[in-house]
Each structure stands twice: as structure tokens, then as C-alpha cells.
């Protein structure tokens, strides 16, 4: 470590000051509520692309979210421009808004920018109106050239026009809720955010009957989320008439915490959430809601967002916003639910069949902290093999994609050929080449022995003990053999058969055997393991419509490997 790296910089940056609450309930508060969802995807996600989006990319998205279950949308900041206006317009007169979602709008502080925002919104059934200044000492200071006082007036006055104009809206019957952000509040003394907002309530929210939302962003994220959490406590706590108002958050993630930060300010005592799917947004983005709700899905709480088909969303979202979503983004990367490591794709393996087969139901998968198909992701997609893998994956792949379920000892041998195979050509196999590898090493071996032509017959002895009797044409190479032989069972027949032929020292040590079905089409699979000559053992499956033919070719597979074996 270079000690002197940083030595001219560190002066450079201060730590925030930090708030305790005296209560500090949070860390012992173990329900986790879920909270009032708000995207401001439209909004605050919409201005941080670098190609916004149109306005038939916007509805395109507010069905996205609607159909997703969100209840509070962010349409955008009307005031802005024409088109951001016009889009609202079209949204409220084409009849797009369901009667249970609320559309919500942002205006800054401003009079003319208030009742502009205002007559956007003209007709629709529930709005949010979202206001907003900036009250942080480095905001007045650089920006503004004002203090507390002055931020505080701007709001005061602005509330008044909002007070006015919202009465208005509420005797036409819109249902209206106002909310206010003290912008920059995580960089604010929280009781001079506090200062403004009661001043706000008094005027918006001066009774019990009209909860306002006090919206506390995270404009720039600077702080650790034990500390954020401390911040909502306290502000909570001090805030007078605190039962007037609807505590909702705002976070970033400058510092890549803002869901952690959310999830320890919902503890705290926040009770509505504002941020994007995916985390987009200005510069390190708006806290991601897509986690954000998952996590509490596999905390065992219904989140009330729908991502059961999340790869829709993910491919929808993309396609508008122009961004793409990470490969290792939590739920919805292309890579969360692909082990490459053998030691995570045996353990996974188990844990699959284990659910299947105890018909739990409760989900426990190890390195799998959700049940892909709750996602609306696939089992297929799980594994991928290249040359991190050990025994268990390709047996996997071999057993879920293609139905053969290779006997314990030969899944061995089988994950160390498909390990060769990776590191001779170094990049991850495709299920194809992993059955293709399977097949030419264990099934498709015709040289030198092959079985020409066969006939069993089942009959019982004087003693009532059944007997098989086998008779065939056995090639080995261009030489035809003529065989014949009676057993206890095929296997046993066979070998008696070829008791004179080269290969009657080869000794039977296992078997089993399972249908195959692909289609309307159904075979046996007969894996075979027999002791060679030297001692050595070798595996060998036969496939065939009949079970007595698998096994036998089966037989012949394993000598024929152990023959190629013993050539090279
Ligand atoms: O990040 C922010 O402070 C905002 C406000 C307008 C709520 O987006
Ligand atoms: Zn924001």
C-alpha cells in the first residue's frame, strides 16, 4: 500500500455531521413494513438519460408501472417545458390514468411554475402535487446567496399559492395531496429542514384530517445508512404534529447504499419510498426499486409490486430508456442465476432435488436466495458450464435438459471429460456440446464390437426361476461372430454367450437404467459398469426401445471404451 497516495487530498473532504436519535429504536425494530411505493422513473429517472424519452416511450412506461402495481407515479415536471406539459395532458385526456393511481407532478418553488403545473394537471381524478427548494447551508451559501430564513420564505410562499390553488382543484373533486421536499435535507441540519417543514404543514396540513407527504431526498447521497437511519428517526421524532404528515424517502446511491440506506430508513420510520426500477437516475442513479421490493419478497413479505416476469421488465426498460441492466444485477441480471463455480452447482443440485423430492415448501436452495421461477426465471438458466465447474453440473445439465440421470460414480468421471473439454477450448459449453460429449463417449461407441442382430427369449426353468436366452450376431470389426447363451437376466445370458469370444474377461459390476423420453418417442437408457481385465473400471450406457437391447449395448459400449483406452 502506498501510504502517501492520498497525503494531498484528505484534507479535501470533511465527514457529514451526524445526527444520534436519543431514542435509537430503529436497530431493534425487526418489522419490516411494507412501504408506499412511488416511481419517479418518469421524472427524476427520465431527465438522467441521455436520450429521454418520447412521449409514446412514456406511456409505454406508465403502463409498465401501472401494470407492475404502482399507485404513485411521477409524470414528470410540467412547468419545464412544452412537451413534458403536453405529455401530462395527453396521459389525463386520453383516459390512460386508472381511478386508483395517483399521477404525481413537480413543481419548484415559484409562483408562475406552480399554477402552470397546476392547469397540467386540470381534470384528473388524484394528484400528488410534489414542490420543492433547496435549504442546504451549501445551496444558500453558493446558489441562492440567502440563509434559512430566505429558503424557509420561498417554501412559505409557495405552499400559500399551492394552499390556494389546490383549494380550488379540491372543490372541482380532484382528490390532491401535497408534498414538499427541503431538497439537499441529508446535507441540512435537521432541525432547520424541520423549521421549514412545520411551517409548510401549517399551511398544507393544518388539521388532522389532511396528511401531507414530507419527502426527505437524499439529493446527494453522504451518508452511511446507520446514519440516515438516525437522521429519520430524529426528524421524526422532533417533528411537531409529526401525525400530519406522511414521513416518505428519497434516496441516491452516490455511494452505492441507497437501498441500504431505504431499507434501514423504513425501520426508522419512513413510510413511503421514492426511487426507479433498476436504480436509474441522476448521476449514480435513484435508489433501485426493483431490489429494493424483492429483498423484502425473500424476507418472506409480499412487497406489492409485481416482478413475476422480470425479464419482461428488464427488456421493456431497456428498450425505452436506452440503459442497460447490469449482468449481476440483483433478480434481474442476466448472470444471478448462473453458478459457474463445481462446488455451487453440486450444492445447488442438491438443493433442487432435495425440494423435490420432500415436497417442501418452504425455499432452501443453497447460493440460490430466491426461487428463479418466482421471477419468472427458468431452471435451464442456472447452470452454465466452462472450466470452474466440478461433477455436479454437467450431470445436472445432462439430468434436467435431456432426462438422463447418470449413476452417482459416473457422474464423476463424466464432470473431469467435460472439464477437459473446457479448458481445451476455453470458453464455457453450451448443454448441445455438453450432450454431444456424453453421447460420443458413451452411447455412440460402434468399434471394434458391434451387435449385428439379437433375439431374447424368456422362459422359466423346472424350478420356476426365470431364464433368458440370448442369441445374436456380434461384429467385431469385419469378423461376424455367431453367439448364444441362457441366464438369470440379459446381462448374465450375454456373457455366457461370449464365453469364448476375447472379451470374457470383462466382469459385470453395476447397472441401472431409466426411460428416456423425448416426444411422443420412449427409450431405455442402460448404464453399464464393468471391471476390465487390468482391473480398471468403465462405464457404457445403451439406448434402445428395448430394455434387454440397451443393456446390452450397453455391455458392449463400456469394452469398446476400455479397448480405445487400452490402444492409446
Ligand atoms: O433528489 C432530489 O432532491 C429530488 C427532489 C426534487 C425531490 O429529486
Ligand atoms: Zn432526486
Redesign the pocket.
Given at each position: 500500500m502506498k501510504a502517501a497516495m492520498y497525503e494531498n487530498i484528505v484534507g479535501k473532504y470533511s465527514s457529514p455531521r451526524i445526527y444520534k436519535s436519543k431514542l435509537r429504536l430503529w436497530p431493534d425494530n425487526t418489522e419490516r413494513r411494507v412501504p408506499r411505493w412511488c416511481s419517479?422513473d418518469m421524472?427524476?429517472g427520465n431527465q438522467a438519460l441521455v436520450r429521454p424519452m418520447s412521449a409514446e416511450d412514456k406511456i409505454k412506461f406508465f403502463k409498465l408501472l401501472v401494470h407492475l402495481g404502482f399507485k404513485e407515479i411521477e409524470l414528470g415536471y410540467p412547468s419545464s417545458s412544452g412537451t413534458e406539459y403536453s405529455f401530462i395532458r395527453r396521459l389525463i385526456d386520453g383516459n390512460y390514468i386508472p381511478d386508483d393511481v395517483y399521477i404525481q407532478v413537480?413543481a419548484p418553488a415559484r409562483e408562475v411554475f406552480i399554477r402552470r403545473t397546476f392547469e397540467a394537471v386540470k381534470g384528473a381524478k388524484n394528484v400528488i402535487m410534489?414542490f420543492?427548494n433547496?435549504i442546504s447551508p451549501l445551496q444558500r451559501r453558493v446558489v441562492f446567496n440567502t440563509d434559512l430564513e430566505g429558503v424557509t420564505q420561498l417554501a412559505v410562499n409557495a405552499a400559500k399559492v399551492i394552499k390556494e390553488c389546490g383549494d380550488e382543484c379540491r372543490a372541482e373533486g380532484m382528490n390532491l395531496i401535497y408534498e414538499y421536499?427541503p431538497?439537499?435535507?441529508t446535507s441540512t441540519p435537521p432541525d432547520e429542514a424541520i423549521y421549514v417543514c412545520r411551517q409548510i404543514m401549517d399551511i398544507l396540513a393544518p388539521n388532522d384530517g389532511d396528511k401531507m407527504i414530507i419527502?426527505l431526498?437524499?439529493?446527494?447521497e453522504n451518508l452511511l445508512p446507520n446514519h440516515f437511519a438516525d437522521l429519520i428517526e430524529y426528524f421524526i421524532s422532533k417533528l411537531p404534529n409529526r401525525e400530519r404528515a406522511v414521513i416518505s424517502i428519497?434516496p441516491?446511491n452516490d455511494r452505492g447504499t441507497g437501498v441500504a440506506a431505504a431499507e434501514l430508513a423504513i425501520l426508522a420510520g419512513a413510510e413511503r419510498i421514492?426511487g426507479t426500477l433498476f436504480g436509474n437516475?441522476?448521476r449514480t442513479g435513484?435508489v433501485d426499486l426493483v431490489t429494493l421490493a424483492l429483498n423484502m419478497l425473500v424476507a418472506g413479505i409480499d412487497p406489492g409490486l409485481d416482478f413475476t416476469d422480470i425479464l419482461s421488465v428488464r427488456s421493456i426498460y431497456e428498450e425505452l430508456t436506452g440503459m442497460t441492466v447490469h449482468e449481476r444485477h440483483p433478480y434481474a441480471g442476466s448472470l444471478v442465476f448462473t453458478a459457474f463455480s463445481g462446488a455451487h452447482q453440486d450444492a445447488i443440485n442438491k438443493g433442487l432435488h432435495q425440494m423435490k423430492e420432500s415436497g417442501r415448501k418452504e425455499w432452501a436452495v443453497p447460493y440460490l436466495p430466491i426461487d428463479p421461477e418466482d421471477l419468472g426465471r427458468t431452471y435451464d438458466s442456472i447452470i452454465r458450464i466452462n472450466s470452474q465447474s466440478g461433477k455436479g453440473g454437467a450431470a445436472f445439465i445432462l439430468e434436467t435438459q435431456y432426462g438422463y440421470n447418470l449413476p452417482r460414480a459416473m457422474r464423476v468421471e463424466f464432470g473431469k471429460i467435460v472439464q477437459e473439454e473446457t479448458e481445451r477450448c476455453g470458453t464455457e459449453l453450451s448443454y448441445d456440446r455438453i450432450f454431444e460429449l456424453f453421447s460420443s463417449t458413451y452411447i455412440d461407441i460402434q468399434k471394434p464390437y458391434r451387435l449385428a442382430k439379437y433375439k431374447f427369449d424368456d422362459n422359466t426353468d423346472r424350478l420356476g426361476h426365470s431364464v433368458v436366452s440370448f442369441s445374436g450376431i456380434l461384429n467385431y470389426n469385419e469378423t461376424e461372430y455367431l453367439i448364444s447363451g441362457s441366464g438369470n437376466g440379459p446381462i448374465d445370458a450375454f456373457f455366457n454367450a461370449v464365453q469364448n469370444l476375447d472379451i470374457s474377461d470383462y466382469h459385470f459390476v453395476s447397472y441401472s437404467e431409466h426411460a428416456v423420453s423425448s416426444g411422443s418417442d420412449s427409450k431405455a437408457a442402460a448404464y453399464i459398469e464393468l471391471k476390465t481385465p487390468l482391473g480398471k473400471t468403465v462405464f457404457g450406457v445403451g439406448l434402445s426401445h428395448n430394455i434387454y437391447k440397451a443393456s446390452i449395448k450397453g455391455i458392449i459400449c463400456a469394452i469398446n471404451r476400455a479397448l480405445a483406452a487400452d490402444e492409446e
Open positions: 419517479v421524472r427524476d413537480l410534489h420543492y433547496n421536499s431538497e439537499s435535507f419527502n431526498p437524499s439529493t446527494v428519497h441516491h421514492e437516475g441522476e435513484n
